[in-house]
């Protein structure tokens, strides 16, 4: 759904610990538009008119439609994807801890992420790093959903 900035970060599994603290990103700026709130309406079932009705939802205290929270929180995977750990076999996304959705993403609004490195812990076979990765709308003084990613590095 992005294309991302040449801000990524590349280290091995060794540096990696060394990396924490460390800004990744951000990605480039991306449109949300309504074709994409759609699919994934479809995709999902979840057709709550906040998102698929833009004249219903100009009545509303958002002033249009929405992208789905859901929507939103996966626009988190190609910002995990900016830690490049060179010597990995593989990495999965592991789970989320905290996550909240602060502000609302706008339909017609442009989006970035971001995340930072917080903690490197390691793990039976490689090492588990926690993202704290944000979606930032611009022109809004709140991000749209700001999560703890948990990305697993297997050696």
């Known amino acids: 759904m992005s294309s991302v900035?040449?801000?990524?970060?590349?280290?091995?599994?060794?540096g990696l610990r060394d990396m924490v603290g460390?800004?990744?990103?951000?990605t480039e700026w991306t449109e949300m538009t309504q074709a994409q709130v759609n699919q994934f309406a479809e995709l999902t079932g979840?057709?709550?008119f906040i998102h698929v009705d833009p004249e219903r939802a100009r009545q509303t205290p958002f002033?249009?439609?929405i992208a789905h929270g859901f929507l939103s929180l996966s626009l988190l995977a190609p910002v995990?994807?900016?830690?490049?750990?060179?010597?990995?076999?593989?990495n999965i996304n592991y789970g989320l801890d905290k996550v909240r959705f602060?502000?609302?993403l706008p339909v017609g609004a442009s989006w970035r992420g971001s995340a930072e490195i917080a903690e490197v812990t390691d793990i039976k076979g490689g090492v588990?790093?926690?993202?704290v990765a944000t979606i930032e709308v611009e022109g809004s003084e709140r991000p749209a959903v700001v999560?703890?990613?948990?990305?697993?590095?297997?050696?």
């Open 5 to 14: 900035a040449d801000d990524g970060l590349a280290t091995d599994i060794a």
């Open 22 to 26: 460390q800004r990744i990103g951000p």
């Open 46 to 48: 979840d057709h709550n």
């Open 63 to 65: 002033g249009g439609t």
């Open 80 to 90: 995990t994807q900016l830690l490049e750990v060179t010597d990995a076999a593989t």
């Open 102 to 104: 602060p502000a609302p």
């Open 128 to 131: 588990q790093a926690k993202m």
């Open 147 to 155: 999560a703890e990613c948990i990305v697993r590095f297997y050696a």
